[in-house]
């Protein structure tokens, strides 16, 4: 069972008052309004889901009690509300970071939470997610994968991985990840184009074409979509059909490019 003290960054001898406020403060933080349309989006959604779940039990005096009585060690312990709210305090911070492009301030912040709590997941996701945007591939996926392993399960954190890794040419790494995201999060065009550019790029023909069929059939507008429509195959590279007497670049990075300028 999750402890709930922590979740919220409280004690557990802590009173009625002390939690009310605390949730009120991690509703602030973490609303997914405050993070529409961006990669955070999915991350402030499960954040909130843990938040709303521990204080409908610890906001809930009877129910507390049930709690309290079935997780001794957990009322017993010496959980410090100092550090757990710092903790949030410095994730909510790097998440604006993030948001705002601040990459290296985000980074910071979080390998200062991981010093806090090396056992929580956000931290590793959000440093990933900024050290991808840094294009310091290999770290980002350390990271994220460390997030993975302490149950980040976000699609935006699959996401990245899968674009990290495309980056460093581990195409089946990111087709493995980017189908994670789409398991977690839906059929997103982006992404269903971004695995059908992995699979191009290995000479998996057939999974391409059905993966950019899908992408025509739900989002005939999409923007990769018609990007791809205006270049052909010719060897490993792609030449644009306005100019083919013209060398173009990898349509790999530049799909990718406008993937993460869409995301």
Known sequence: MPDYYEVLGVRPDAS???????????VKMYHPDRHTNNPLQSLAEQKMKEINEAYEVLGNPEKRRQYDGGNASVASSRYSSSTASSYEALIAQATGDLSQ???????????KAIGMNPSRYE?????????????NHNNAIEDLNAAISRGGREEAIYAYLAFSSAELGRHADA?????????????????L???????????????ARAAWDEVRRIDPNNEMLRRRDQTWR?????????DAGTAAACATCVLLDLLFNCC
């Open 16 to 26: 009625d008052e002390e939690i009310k406020s605390k949730y009120r403060e991690l």
């Open 101 to 111: 492009r601040l990459w290296e301030r985000a980074v910071q912040l979080c390998t």
């Open 123 to 135: 931290a590793y996701a959000i440093r990933g997610m900024a050290r991808y945007q840094q294009n």
């Open 175 to 191: 087709i493995s990840a980017i189908n994670k995201a789409i398991e977690m999060g839906g059929r997103n065009p982006n992404y």
């Open 193 to 207: 184009a971004f695995l059908a550019i992995q699979y191009e790029t290995i000479g998996y023909k057939e999974e």
């Open 234 to 242: 010719v060897g490993g590279t792609y030449i644009d059909k306005k």
